[in-house]
C-alpha cells in the first residue's frame, strides 16, 4: 500500500512538473508571438523595399518631401528639413501653415525638387532620424541610404493630382511614422473629390467647353503669361479644353505672347503669386493684351500657385474646383467655394488655411489689369 501511494506521488508530480513546463513554453511562446515586431518594410513610391523602424518617431526630408509628411499627418516628427521650406510661402502652403515650427528645424539639404541637391550628410548622421523622407530619384535614395546607413522612403508626385504615385506615396510616408490612418483618410478624400469633379463635368459636350489658359505657372523659377501647362491638372479634372495641349508637348512649357494670340483663349487663369511679372508684362503690351477675347470678357482670374518646388497637391484642387464653378456655373452652383476651400486645406494640410491665404494677398478672384 506504501508503495502504492508512493508510486502515485510520483506520478501526480510528475504530471505537475510537465504541466508547469508545458504552460511556460507556451507561455513563452505567447509572448514571442504578441512582441511587436523592431522593424517593417515599407514599399515605397518607386517600388522599392525600405525596413523601416516598426517605432518610427523621427524624420528628416529631402527635396520637397516635407509637404507628403504634412499630407501624411506626421508634421511633429520632422526634425530636420530643407533650405527651400523656409521661411514660409503662400506658394508653397504647408510652409506657410507651420512656418514657426519649421523655422525652429535645422536644415539638412538645400531642398531642390528638380534641380540638383545636396546634403549635409554629416548633420544628417548628428541628427539621426529614424527616416529619411525623399522627392528625389530611386537611384538618389538608394545612394542617400548607403552613404549614411539611414532607410530613405522615396516619394514621386511631381506635375500629378488624381493618380497612384499621389496616392502610394502619401501611404508610404504614413505607413513609415505611424500614421497609416490618417493618411488613408487623406487618400479617401482625394479620391471622393476625384470623383466629385468628373460626375460634375465628364458629359458636357466638346462643343459647349469653352478654351482655357493657364498662366504663369512656375517651373525651374517664376513665370509670366507665357509660362503655361500642357495636360494641366486642374483643367483635366473638369474636362475644359486647354489651348496649351496643342503644343503637343506634356509639363510645364513656355510659349511666346504670338502664341498666345493666336489661341486667344475664352478664359485666362493667372498665378497669384506673380502678379508683379503679370503686371508688368501687361505694361509693355497693354494693346496686345486688350485685344485678347478673356480681356474684353472680363474672363480673367488668379489662383493660387499649382507649382512651386513640386506641386502643391491642396491647392491644384481647389484650382480644380474654382475652374469648374467659374467656366461651368451651373454644375457646380450646389457648391460653397469657400467652405470646399476650407476642407480640402484642413484635410491635407492639418489646418484651417484659407483665410490666412487670403490675408496675404493670395486668392481666387477676377482681375483686371486695366
Known amino acids: 500500500m506504501r508503495k502504492l501511494r508512493t508510486a502515485l506521488v510520483c506520478v501526480i508530480a510528475a504530471g505537475a512538473l510537465a504541466f508547469a513546463l508545458t504552460g511556460c513554453a507556451s507561455t513563452q511562446q ?7 515586431p523592431e522593424s517593417i518594410t515599407v514599399t515605397d513610391a518607386y517600388g522599392r523595399d525600405v525596413t523601416v523602424p516598426a517605432d518610427a518617431d523621427t524624420c ?4 520637397s518631401a516635407a509637404r507628403f509628411v504634412v499630407y501624411a ?13 523656409t521661411p514660409g510661402s503662400p506658394a508653397r ?44 530619384s530611386a537611384e538618389e535614395c538608394d545612394q542617400l541610404q548607403q552613404q549614411i546607413g539611414i532607410p530613405v522612403v522615396g516619394i514621386s508626385y511631381q506635375d500629378q493630382m488624381f493618380t497612384d ?10 505607413q513609415a511614422l505611424g500614421t497609416s490612418e490618417h493618411a488613408q483618410s487623406v487618400v479617401d478624400a482625394l479620391k471622393s473629390w476625384q470623383a466629385d469633379l468628373s460626375r460634375r463635368t465628364a458629359d458636357i459636350p466638346d462643343e459647349d467647353k469653352p478654351t482655357c489658359y493657364a498662366g504663369a505657372v512656375n517651373f525651374k523659377g517664376a513665370k509670366s503669361f507665357g509660362g503655361t501647362y500642357a495636360g494641366y491638372p486642374p483643367f483635366e479634372a473638369v474636362n475644359v479644353k486647354n ?15 504670338e502664341q498666345i494670340g493666336e489661341w486667344n483663349p475664352d478664359f485666362m487663369f493667372l498665378n497669384a503669386g506673380n502678379m ?32 512651386m ?32 476651400y476650407d476642407e480640402i486645406f484642413s484635410t491635407m494640410l492639418g489646418a484651417d488655411y484659407y483665410e490666412q491665404m487670403k490675408s496675404l494677398g493670395v486668392d481666387f478672384k477676377t482681375i483686371s489689369f486695366s
Do not use: W
Request: glycine letters at 6%; proline letters at 3%; aromatic letters at 8%.
Open 73 to 85: 499627418g506626421a508634421q511633429d516628427k520632422l526634425i530636420a528639413i530643407t533650405e527651400m521650406d
Open 93 to 136: 502652403a504647408y510652409t506657410e501653415v507651420y512656418a514657426d515650427e519649421f523655422a525652429a528645424l535645422p536644415t539638412t539639404s538645400n531642398g531642390n525638387h528638380l534641380m540638383e541637391t545636396s546634403v549635409d550628410a554629416e548633420k544628417m548622421l548628428e541628427l539621426k532620424p529614424d527616416v529619411i523622407i525623399s522627392s528625389r
Open 309 to 340: 518646388n513640386g506641386t502643391n497637391i491642396e491647392t491644384a484642387i481647389c484650382d480644380a474646383y474654382f475652374v469648374g464653378a467659374t467656366v461651368y456655373p451651373e454644375q457646380f452652383s450646389d457648391v460653397d467655394l469657400s467652405k470646399k
Open 243 to 257: 489651348v496649351a495641349d496643342e503644343t503637343g508637348q506634356s509639363g510645364s512649357v513656355e510659349v511666346t505672347l
Open 276 to 307: 508683379d511679372l503679370l503686371k508688368k508684362d501687361y505694361a509693355d503690351n497693354t494693346a496686345f493684351f486688350n485685344s485678347l477675347t478673356a480681356f474684353q470678357t472680363g474672363n480673367l482670374y488668379t489662383q493660387p500657385a499649382y507649382n
Open 30 to 36: 505567447d509572448s514571442s508571438e504578441s512582441a511587436s
Open 60 to 63: 528628416a526630408t529631402v527635396g
Open 165 to 174: 504615385n499621389v496616392y502610394n506615396s502619401i501611404l508610404a510616408v504614413g
